[in-house]
Antibody, heavy 118, light 112 residues
Framework: QVQLVQSGAEVKKPGASVKVSCKAS????????INWVRQATGQGLEWMGW????????GYAQKFQGRVTMTRNTSISTAYMELSSLRSEDTAVYYC???????????WGQGTLVTVSS | QSALTQPPSASGSPGQSVTISCTGT?????????VSWYQQHPGKAPKLMIY???KRPSGVPDRFSGSKSGNTASLTVSGLQAEDEADYYC????????????FGGGTKLTVL
């Protein structure tokens, strides 16, 4: 079945960087964009950006421009999201999701909790 | 691009129907038939429930239906069941020149 499996929880200090992975299986990895969405505790969904695994092209939400980098390794069907200059407000669950149509995401990864604390 | 507007909460008794609205503009909800809805249970990842305004992915019960009128899309849950209690988020396409994705603020559905 189509599945996205993310890396485990991370604890980082302010100013550090975090890199979250998202391994795809059950479909051709290069055929669908991967998007990243985060959710702070008790808050709504916040879109961060997209990456085309075939070309490597990316697009980031303005809020994260300069701090986020989305990459991939097609040989292992894995997408990555790296967020730098972390601050406490970046504490959230980070999800990867396959964009299966012009604007819908299916499936989603299980989420990765990133905690930023000194 | 502004977030879509959803009511923060909705509720209904088992067996009843409840409708959740999602209001945007003519540049997103009103301009395209690409509204999607997600269900999220506590501690779980969101799950696609509706796409292209009214289409259901395989495995989603037909108790869930979607519609749109003007700049407002709606998700209706009929025959409410306890397991429908969750947060629901809408999202809309906003054109090929705008790759940004926006979600509604979410609606907490409570089954009384």
């Amino acid at each position: 079945q189509v599945q996205l499996v993310q890396s485990g929880a991370e604890v980082k200090k302010p100013g550090a960087s975090v890199k979250v992975s998202c391994k795809a299986s059950g479909y051709t990895f290069t055929s669908y964009d991967i998007n990243w969405v985060r959710q702070a505790t008790g808050q709504g969904l916040e879109w961060m950006g997209w990456m085309n695994p075939n070309s490597g092209n990316t697009g980031y939400a303005q809020k994260f421009q300069g701090r986020v980098t989305m990459t991939r390794n097609t040989s292992i069907s894995t997408a990555y999201m790296e967020l730098s200059s972390l601050r406490s407000e970046d504490t959230a669950v980070y999800y990867c999701a396959r964009m299966s149509g012009p604007n819908w995401f299916d499936p989603w990864g299980q989420g990765t909790l990133v905690t930023v604390s000194s | 691009q502004s977030a879509l507007t959803q009511p923060p909460s909705a509720s209904g008794s088992p067996g009843q129907s409840v409708t959740i609205s999602c209001t945007g503009t003519s540049s997103d909800v009103g301009g395209y038939n690409y509204v999607s809805w997600y269900q999220q249970h506590p501690g779980k990842a969101p799950k696609l429930m509706i796409y292209e305004v009214s289409k259901r992915p395989s495995g989603v019960p037909d108790r869930f239906s979607g519609s749109k009128s003007g700049n407002t899309a709606s998700l209706t849950v009929s025959g409410l069941q306890a397991e429908d209690e969750a947060d629901y988020y809408c999202s809309s396409y906003a054109g090929s020149n705008n790759f940004d994705v926006v979600f509604g603020g979410g609606t907490k559905l409570t089954v009384l």
